[in-house]
Nanobody, 125 residues
Framework: VQLQASGGGLVQPGGSLRLSCAASGRTSNGFDMAWFRQAPGKEREFVAAIRWSSRSTTYTDSVKGRFTIARDAAKTTVYLQMNSLKPEDTAVYYC???????????????????WGQGTLVTVSS
């Protein structure tokens, strides 16, 4: 499975961006998909995830109410709509995919098998 992330850029505080992650290859299996981010000098952190069935979403507390994760009907593209962006949201955002894992591990990077290349989001005036 290959993941291609896009949509990053420079935005002012309070602005919005939508990230996309397109999956290709052997996508017939049900995949959980997630976004992680890594700010300069910090460790990679979980942002949001959506279960393979699309019936469950999970967010880290700092983005709840501002970010929304969703996937298309074919379940091969996942989106991260980011509103009310803050300077502390500045980071490289990575999409990730996994299959066959239990829900309770959905926040943990080590449980993801496939990773995209990352897209830079900069929130600055």
């Amino acid at each position: 499975v290959q993941l291609q992330a896009s949509g990053g850029g420079l935005v002012q505080p309070g602005g919005s961006l939508r990230l996309s992650c397109a999956a290709s290859g052997r996508t017939s299996n049900g995949f959980d998909m997630a976004w992680f981010r890594q700010a300069p000098g910090k460790e990679r952190e979980f942002v949001a995830a959506i279960r393979w069935s699309s019936r469950s979403t999970t967010y880290t507390d700092s983005v709840k109410g501002r970010f929304t994760i969703a996937r298309d009907a074919a379940k091969t593209t996942v989106y991260l709509q980011m509103n009310s962006l803050k300077p502390e949201d500045t980071a490289v955002y990575y999409c990730a995919a996994r299959s066959g894992q239990i829900l309770s591990t959905i926040r943990f990077a080590e449980y993801y098998h496939y990773w995209g290349q990352g897209t830079l989001v900069t929130v600055s005036s």
